[in-house]
């Protein structure tokens, strides 16, 4: 998997502390890491599944 042109960005509910930064520029995955160890694993979604995720995730902190 090519993540060479990702733009990394901290996910929006990390706030000031270093959590997980998402890549979701590309045209058929979204990478998901950690942001204090950039060269170790990730994860990766559909862009599909990812805009599931955040919207399950946004439904669950309403609660």
């Known amino acids: 998997m090519d993540l060479n042109g990702a733009t990394w960005r901290t996910a929006t509910r990390s706030g000031n502390t270093d959590c ?3 890549a979701d520029n590309l045209a058929e995955v979204v990478a998901v890491r ?3 160890d950039r060269q170790g694993p990730l994860l990766t979604f ?3 599944s990812w805009r599931r995720f955040v919207r399950q995730a ?3 902190t309403r609660r």
Do not use: N, Y
């Open 46 to 48: 559909t862009p599909q």
């Open 34 to 36: 950690d942001s204090k």
């Open 20 to 22: 997980v930064e998402v």
């Open 58 to 60: 946004a439904q669950v």
